[in-house]
Nanobody, 115 residues
């Protein structure tokens, strides 16, 4: 089992920055992929960024060049540095982990970007 707890969300003006953190606990040693997803009101949950065990990253086109995903070496903490934030980035951001074909989700953290 893997437990995920997000933090770092909040209210920021357009053009500002936030850094989200995801603390992972449990059997983290066999996690294969971790990532960030978001869900805006009335919309489906969408991928923001992912990172594989080997360090490969993948970003949604809408956040490329503005967001950076990173982690500590032991998969204990996953980060999402968000710069040049836009009102359309407003959403609940969820941390995700895949381990042995099982998916785990955090409770989400709200990010609100005002114009």
């Amino acid at each position: 089992q893997v437990q995920l707890v997000e933090s770092g969300g909040g209210l920021v003006q357009a053009g500002g920055s936030l850094r989200l953190s995801c603390a992972a606990s449990g059997t983290v040693f066999s996690i294969s992929t971790m990532g960030w997803y978001r869900q805006a009101p009335g919309k489906q949950r969408e991928l923001v960024a992912t990172m594989s065990r080997g360090g490969s990253t993948n970003y949604a086109d809408s956040v490329k060049g503005r967001f950076t995903i990173s982690r500590d070496n032991a998969w204990n903490t996953l980060y999402l540095q968000m710069d040049s934030l836009r009102p359309e980035d407003t959403a609940v951001y969820y941390c995700h982990a895949n381990r042995l074909l099982n998916n785990y989700w955090g409770q989400g953290t709200q990010v609100t970007v005002s114009s």
